[in-house]
């Protein structure tokens, strides 16, 4: 092999080495955000944007860390998976902390607190559901959110679970189901969209969600650096405007 083609593998492979780091180094720039655009006033989509509580609030965390952010929408079931993987690094989709998950990913600290679970009734009915009745109900919930948690571990219920809130509110509404246990925070929403004379609620006592973003085991170095401005976003009253924009 003589000095010539020597010379150009040796530039070839320089050149190849120096695209890789500038690659590796945009990529950096650019922090990959995993959600599910489906849980309305946290996280959806309108016109063709990501909007919500969760979402401002990963956007304001991306800005303060001086990234990009990159937004991957996908159903709620997988975003632990994803982020256990290491291809998230953080999921802001109303995710509130269990001991089970919390084997598996880094939770921040709750950034919401004292979001009370309620029951959704149609208000046509003659008598009021109250949460000891549920044995022979057919109850509604949104699949691996904290009602769905909560109310799995009452045996012998007959749990229907869902995608969204969305769909949950069409079965109440058709018939198919007898109550619908959610977050409250997501009658914000609701009551925007529909005639909410129709329905009654009731808060669910002793019940409570809080919510924090998610980091993968892989990256404590980004939990650490998430936590920082978390803690900055609530002390400087951002979180506190936040809540106040999306009526939490």
Known sequence: ??????????????????????????????????????????????????????????????????????????????????????????AAAGLTYTEEKAKRVLFTKPYLTDDSLVMFTLASRKKNIQFNDLSDKKILVNEGYTADLFVSKIPNLNIIRLNSPVDAFLALQSGNADVFVTAKSTLSGFIKKTNFEKFHFTEIENSEDQYSLVVSKKKPEMLEKVQKILDTLIEDGTIDQLKIKWNL
Do not use: W
């Open 1 to 90: 092999m003589n000095k010539k083609i020597i010379i150009t593998i040796i530039l070839g492979l320089i050149l190849i080495s120096f695209f890789s780091f500038s690659k590796n180094q945009d990529e950096k720039k650019i922090i990959i955000v995993g959600t599910n655009a489906e849980y309305f006033p946290f996280s959806f989509i309108e016109n063709n944007e990501f909007k919500g509580f969760d979402i401002d609030v990963a956007k304001e965390v991306c800005k303060r860390l001086n990234k990009k952010i990159y937004i991957k929408d996908m159903p709620f079931e997988t975003l632990i998976p994803e982020i256990i993987l290491g291809h998230l690094d953080f």
